[in-house]
Every structure is written in C-alpha cells, then in structure tokens.
C-alpha cells in the first residue's frame, strides 16, 4: 500500500512555485545582486523560482547565457522589437507561465504584463519589485523621446492594480503616497543588498595597510573614494565641488575614484593632480581597495530619484568599513547614518567640513553594521512573508 498522505499539513509543491519577471534589464552587476540573487536566495527558502528575463534582440545570445550561468531555471527570451510595441510582450510571458500562478515583477512595465494575464484569470497574484520613482527618474534624468507613453500612469497603474509590492525604501512608499494616493496596505522594504557572495570575514589591519601602500598612499593620509557609475543622478558636479574644498583644507587629503570619470573635467584634479587619481580593477579586488580608504562619498542631488532612493554604494562602502559621506535626503539612509553614527551628512556649499583617518576598530564596527542590515539574510523574514504572501 502507497504512502498515505497527511492532507492536514500537506502543501502542494507548485503552490510555492513562483516567476520572477525582469523586462529590458540587461546582465550587470546590479541584475545579478538585485535579481539572480534574489532568486537563488529564494530557493533557500524553499520557494520554486523561475527566472524570466525579456531582452533585447540586439546581443539577444549573449545575454541569455550570462543570465543562465548566473541563474540556471531561466527562461530568457527576445523582447517584441520597439519599445512602443512592450505591451505584444506578454505573448512571451502567457507562454513561459507553465504551472506558475504567481509573478514577481521588475518594475512597472513587467508588471503590467503580468497584470494583464492576472485579469484573463491566468494569474493570482502579482507582485511589484520596484526599484525607484520610475516616473520621476524618467523626467528628470532618462527623459530621451524614445518613450511614448506617460510613465506616471503606468507606474499608477502597476501600484494600483498589483496585490503588493516592494520598496527600496520607506520614502519611496511615502513618495508613492503622495504622488499617487497609494494606501499603505501589503507594502515591503527590502533596500538593495550586498551580493551573496560579498566577503564575510574583514581584513586585518596588516593587510589593508599593505593595499594603501601598494597604492602610494602614506599611513597618515585620508583616504576619499568614489565607486560606481557616473550616470547624472550621481550628481558628479557636488563631488567636485567638495572634494575641491577638502583638498585645499588639508593636504592629507587624498581621492580614488574607482570609476570611469573624465579626472581632466574636475576642479578638483585640475587644481591637485598629484592628489586626485582613479583606478579601474578587476571586480575581486574592489573591496579590499574600498577597504583601505576611509571615507566613501555619496553625493547628489535634491531630486525625488534621490530622495526615494536605494543605493547600492551605500551597503557596500559599510561593507567595506567605510564612513559615508552623504547628502542630506537620500533615501532612509542619511537618517541611517544620523541613528548609526556611520557617516557624515554633507550639505555642499554650506560650510566646510574637517575629516579624520578611520581607525580599524570603526571599520570593523562598520563592516559588521552592514552585514546585520543589507545582507539577503538579515532581511530573512521579509522574504520568507513575501514567498508565504505568493503561495
């Protein structure tokens, strides 16, 4: 006789199979901390979690075996050509569904796609991830004519109707709020965290003074550094601004950026180049050198981008044992910074500000600071409610 099954307690196995919509996100850094290791961490909580990326045609190949490699139940499939035709895209999504009932979606315009299966009853429930103010980064920052639609009503539209969704931060529900009149209701905040595979033991102090040395810096210099892109809404006119003001303050000053930044357009390098430089290293040496410097700077501007924002800098300058210099109204983080004592809040312009060398005890508290907030595990219990919510 057949092993009986308690139908009390038994659960479905497909009840917790779920599909992760990304639409136009091409493979980066970002796609595998925000995405593919999401995913992955998901399965540890025993959820089913099929990854189904919508690209370009262009590069088509490539991306899929990026994505593959980097999440292995995906199914990355060619976007409708023509952004105007992004609604035709959920043939695709109608097609990958298989015995998936519910939907994680990146961002307003995969959920809508989603949401459209979700009114012909193929779905249950639909699940926003979103990522930032889509309509406001498009007027302020990424407004290039190549869009047709009014992204606020798409973004409305996706907040209204999606039975609950994901926030970077807590502004940015108070953003939606506002702008929306969104209840509060069925609401999480997970902000961007560091990648699974991000460093779990710090450095000793011998070590990081050997990278400073290996980089010309003395062992009483201060240490700035700038990470990431330098995409507009890093505001890289108020870092120049800044350091400008630090490197004629005190010759101890000096500045990394580990980023493709045109060093002859700064002020500040003009006036200093013996004192401003820049690096670009293979991604596993990027946290140790972040980890020798003791200061890491973020910077921008008074745009709701910002102020709704997630940084994913921020978790990694903590990581590194960094203190964060910060402008006032970014995201939850500049409170973060205030209640953590983990940062200076930076207005720039409005006053000068002294910097001291941080000491390896403080980084060390720093870097542990980090991994009790932005890890994917120490937000454990979201996720898990989240995959219950989904079920």
């Known amino acids: 006789?057949?092993?009986?099954?308690?139908?009390?307690?038994?659960?479905?196995?497909?009840?917790?199979?779920?599909?992760?919509?990304?639409?136009?996100?091409?493979?980066?850094?970002?796609?595998?901390?925000?995405?593919?290791?999401?995913?992955?961490?998901?399965?540890?909580?025993?959820?089913?979690?099929?990854?189904?990326?919508?690209?370009?045609?262009?590069?088509?190949f490539k991306h899929r075996k990026w994505i593959k490699a980097h999440y292995a139940n995906a199914t990355v499939l060619p976007m409708v050509p023509k952004h105007h035709n992004w609604k035709k895209n959920v043939f695709w999504l109608k097609w990958a569904l298989g015995k998936h009932k519910s939907v994680?979606?990146?961002?307003?315009?995969?959920?809508?796609?989603?949401?459209?299966?979700?009114?012909?009853?193929?779905?249950?429930k639909v699940l926003m991830d979103a990522r930032g103010a889509y309509a406001a980064e498009f007027k302020e920052y990424l407004n290039t004519g190549l869009i047709h639609e009014d992204i606020s009503v798409v973004e409305r539209e996706a907040l209204a109707n999606s039975d609950y969704r994901i926030a970077v931060s807590h502004q940015l529900i108070n953003h939606w709020k506002q702008e929306y009149g969104l209840t509060p209701n069925n609401n999480f905040v997970i902000p961007c965290t560091l990648s699974s595979n991000s460093r779990n033991t710090f450095y000793s102090a011998e070590e990081l003074q050997e990278i400073r040395a290996e980089q010309g810096y003395d062992p009483n210099d201060i240490v700035l550094v700038y990470s990431g892109s330098v995409a507009g809404w890093q505001s890289m006119e108020a870092v120049d601004r800044?350091?400008?003001?630090?490197?004629?303050?005190?010759?101890?000053?000096?500045?990394?950026?580990?980023?493709?930044?045109?060093?002859?357009?700064l002020q500040a390098y003009q006036q200093f180049p013996d004192r401003v430089k820049k690096a670009w290293l293979a991604p596993e040496q990027v946290h140790g050198m972040l980890s020798a410097c003791d200061y890491g700077i973020l910077l921008r501007n008074n745009t709701v981008t910002n102020q709704v924002a997630s940084p994913t800098k921020f978790a990694e300058y903590l990581h590194a044992g960094l203190s964060v210099l910060i402008s006032p109204h970014i995201g939850d983080y500049s409170e973060f910074v205030k209640n953590n004592a983990c940062g200076v809040i930076i207005e720039v312009d409005k006053g000068t500000v002294e910097l001291h060398q941080i000491d390896y005890a403080k980084k060390q508290e720093l870097f542990t600071l980090a991994q009790s907030n932005f890890t994917k595990e120490a937000l454990k219990t979201t996720y898990q409610t989240i995959v219950s919510k989904l079920s």
């Open 1 to 60: 006789m057949g092993r009986e099954i308690d139908r009390k307690n038994y659960r479905d196995p497909a009840s917790s199979a779920m599909i992760y919509l990304t639409y136009n996100d091409l493979p980066s850094g970002v796609y595998y901390s925000q995405v593919a290791d999401v995913c992955n961490y998901l399965k540890t909580l025993e959820a089913d979690v099929k990854l189904v990326a919508l690209v370009s045609v262009r590069g088509y």
């Open 104 to 124: 994680m979606a990146r961002g307003p315009f995969a959920t809508h796609l989603a949401l459209q299966l979700k009114q012909q009853g193929k779905l249950n």
């Open 242 to 265: 800044f350091l400008l003001e630090q490197l004629q303050q005190n010759d101890r000053v000096k500045m990394l950026f580990l980023a493709q930044v045109a060093l002859e357009s």
